[in-house]
């Protein structure tokens, strides 16, 4: 495994890659805050195998931690062919105008993908 694609989304919207809200790459451990807000209950881990992962959130409860960045995660490590990406990497995060128009009790769907 290399990381993740992750993508976010309203509840009940398609979920094509163009029609994101917010997206970022991580690293392999990159989720782990968010299996954290599983176990915290401020998230439903929906399930899945990796294509993709889901889990649902609230805007009151995901959008104030990705202001602040996205958070920090102890991913090694990865050489590749022609890459290599450093321990903790995050890439950019991209949220779209809309999703800051999001009310604080929308539900938001998170679909992980796994960049094997």
Not at 19 to 26: E, F, G, K, Q
Request: proline share 7%; glycine share 12%.
């Amino acid at each position: 495994m290399l990381g993740w694609d992750v993508l976010v989304f309203r509840e009940g919207a398609d979920s094509l890659k163009d029609s994101a809200l917010i997206r970022w790459d991580t690293g392999v451990f990159g989720l782990d805050w968010l299996d954290d807000l599983v176990k915290a209950n401020k998230a439903v881990d929906l399930g899945g195998n990796g294509y993709p992962n889901r889990y649902s959130v609230t805007a009151a409860t995901l959008l104030p931690i990705l202001a602040n960045g996205l958070p920090r995660n102890h991913s090694p490590l990865v050489i590749g062919e022609d890459y290599s990406l450093p321990p903790g990497w995050n890439g950019q995060l991209k949220i779209e105008p809309a999703a800051l128009g999001c009310s604080p009790g929308d539900i938001l769907v998170i679909e992980a993908w796994d960049q094997s």
